[in-house]
């Protein structure tokens, strides 16, 4: 079943599609010895992409869990010193990007939390649509929450099972009953490490082994990083339980059809990575192809706008016939905090992370592929590039449909008005940006391009059909005015 929501504003106060978060998870055998906290900043740094605000260690060492977590880049976060001083056979980790909660410390993953029968930390990746129900809940029966973060959420609803059942496991297992929304856990217990997956599969999550140790990340780049060997993804709804080196499963109560994110393969994930059978590089080029078919047009050269715009315009120029050329050259060592210098100069703080390869445009009827078009004022400035760089023609494809509808489940997407394809045509955006013509992937071809998954997939941000019912709006900061100022 498909549900749709209303015209109200989606309230997200950002101007770009922003990147996942990245779990990881590793438990050694009894006996075994490892840096579990030196493996886990390895595995984050692999999965740096998908979260740039904050990142966080927890370590378990004969029981006892310590946690280490800051705002900031993994390489700012964890020193030498630190890490040596975590020992532990199991550790997890987590980088973030907010979906929910603002960037300060308290809402830096993972959560360590004490209770009345142990001792747990849990990492979180994805959004609950029903964190406000459950939260108000949980505060009427006393609980106080130090986070604007709905895994704070979602750990206390873990502790408030785990106090009625006899395991971890499974008060996980209910915990999945409860909860609405996507996520992929890893929670560590002083004897066990579990790794869960929501019934519908939205976020990524794969199992590896490395020398006896079982491992679990959000993509396969981590495990590449960490020499691991693959062994197969978490399926939709299975909880994973690793106690003493032995690997079983058990799995959610809830049935629902599944729907992996679709933008997992066109953005978020690494082109490295392989997720649910299907490699995101070769998706992407998929993508290209069926753009090329969807939307021809002569020119000399197909540019891609780095990075993840590349492997689509190299699609597009294989199935085409058109060559691929490097158009675009990156600044490699700009800071993605880089401060803009005045607002009459935004144009050459784009110049300064992207700048034209006259050699290659200049004369030449160029295509320019990207991944995604939001507000469309990046988008304008590339082409400007292109042009000053004597581009005769500039033809722009994007190897995504349109943003038209807001995400529930942890993509952040700018409100409705702020997305240039709200209310426009596909001609009126042409426009805008200026370039000679514009054409989008079909939601057809979307569906199409990671031909390994056997998943169905979420495309409500493009088609607006929900898998699961939506609330009318979401507030990214929507727990913000409960908290003191941290001050």
Known sequence: MKYRISKKQHTLPLDKVREECGVFGIAAPDGQEISA????????????????????????KNGVIRCHKD???????????????MPGQMAIGHVRYSTTGDTRRENAQPISITHVKGNLAVAHNGNLVNAGQLRREIELNGGIFRSSSDTEVLVYTIVRERLKCGSIEEAVQRTMSVIEGAYCLVVMSPRKLI?????????????????????????TCALDALGAAFIRDVAPGEICVVENGVLRSLYSEKQ????????????????????????????????????????????????????????AAIGYAKYSGIPYGVGLIKNRYIARTFIQPGQDKRERSVRLKLNALRTAVEGKRVIMVDDSIVRGTTCARLVKLLRDAGAAEVHMRISAPPFRHPCFFGTDIPERSQLLAHGRTVEEMREIIGVDSLGFLSIEAARKIAAGCKLGFCDACFSGEYPMAVPEQAEKNMFESELPDPK
């Open 256 to 311: 629902c059809p599944t729907s992996a994110c679709v933008f997992e393969y066109i953005y978020f994930a690494r082109p490295d990575s392989v997720i649910d059978g299907a490699s995101v590089e070769l998706a992407r080029q998929e993508a290209g192809k069926y753009l090329s078919i969807e939307h021809p047009v002569g020119a000399d050269v197909v540019i891609g706008v780095p990075d993840s715009g590349i492997p």
């Open 71 to 85: 705002v900031g880049l993994v390489s700012k976060v964890f020193s030498q010193q630190t890490l040596d001083s």
């Open 195 to 219: 790794a869960a997956r929501d019934p519908r599969g939205f976020r990524p999550l794969c199992i590896g082994m490395l020398e006896g140790s079982y491992v679990f990340a959000s993509e």
């Open 37 to 60: 906290a030196h493996e886990a900043y390895v595995a984050l740094f692999a999965l740096q992409h998908r979260g740039q605000e904050a990142a966080g260690i927890a370590v378990n």
